[in-house]
């Protein structure tokens, strides 16, 4: 059975920071593109960043592009998103996802096969 498993989620200041991990088991990753998703109440799920499988290329969101970070360990079947500066405005469940089709990048959701459970996220002063 595979699963992702989001953790690292919870309430922080606004300009503070958090990082998330999303560990795989059941399968291995390793050649497939892993992406963060975000879904604040009332709104669509919306694409926050993906990085290729082995970690050399990343794409950002334009709300998030250059304060936080996607990464992977594929030695240990895990992504991870290092969030700084975070905003009020930055509250969601962030979920993990990836594609099953080797080498394939999207931003849609629907391109995307396994999903985590998601953790929440509270920017809040």
């Known amino acids: 059975q595979v699963q992702l498993v989001e953790s690292g989620g919870g309430l922080v200041q606004p300009g503070g920071s958090l990082r998330l991990s999303c560990a795989a088991s059941?399968?291995?990753?390793?050649?497939?593109?892993m992406g963060w998703f975000r879904q604040a109440p009332g709104k669509e799920r919306e694409f926050v960043a993906h990085?290729?499988?082995?970690?050399?290329?990343?794409y950002y969101a334009g709300s998030v592009k250059g304060r936080f970070t996607i990464s992977r360990d594929n030695a240990k079947n895990t992504a991870y998103l290092q969030m700084n500066s975070l905003k009020p405005e930055d509250t969601a469940v962030y979920y993990c996802?990836?594609?099953?089709?080797?080498?394939?990048?999207?931003?849609?959701?629907?391109?995307?096969?396994?999903w985590g459970q998601g953790t929440q996220v509270t920017v809040s002063s």
């Open positions: 996802a990836a594609v099953s089709r080797p080498g394939y990048t999207s931003n849609a959701p629907s391109s995307y096969d396994y």
């Open positions: 990085i290729s499988w082995n970690g050399g290329s990343t």
């Open positions: 059941g399968r291995t990753f390793s050649s497939n593109t």
